[in-house]
């Protein structure tokens, strides 16, 4: 049984930074691909950035630059570092995990989903 358990949300000021964890167990992250999405209310869960396992990292065009995405194998955890926020990161922000080494920006491409952490960004 694959879970995914993600953290480190909160609220947060504009240009203020936060780091997302995603511990997983039943599936090691150095072996798949690895994803975060969001989602604001009102709105469809988007892409924010995967991990492939042989290290490839990609971004959507609203965070580049902003955040990244890390995995620590020993601790089979995988990381959203996010800065300089804006008001419009605000979302619930989902891990996940795909059954191959990788991915795209497709949500229906990953089989397992963590249950969302808040994070909120005040103006």
């Known amino acids: 049984q694959v879970q995914l358990v993600e953290s480190g949300g909160g609220l947060v000021q504009a240009g203020g930074s936060l780091r997302l964890s995603c511990a997983a167990s039943?599936?090691?992250?150095?072996?798949?691909?690895m994803g975060w999405f969001r989602q604001a209310p009102g709105k469809e869960r988007e892409f924010v950035a995967t991990n492939w396992s042989g290290g490839r990292t990609y971004y959507a065009d609203s965070v580049k630059g902003r955040f990244t995405i890390s995995r620590d194998i020993a601790n089979n955890t995988v990381y959203l570092q996010m800065n300089s926020l804006k008001p419009e990161d605000t979302a619930v922000y989902y891990c996940?995990?795909?059954?191959?080494?990788?991915?795209?920006?497709?949500?229906?491409?990953?089989?397992?989903w963590g249950q969302g952490t808040q994070v909120t960004v005040s103006s």
């Open positions: 039943g599936r090691t992250v150095s072996s798949y691909a």
């Open positions: 996940a995990s795909a059954p191959r080494s990788y991915s795209s920006s497709s949500a229906g491409e990953y089989d397992y």
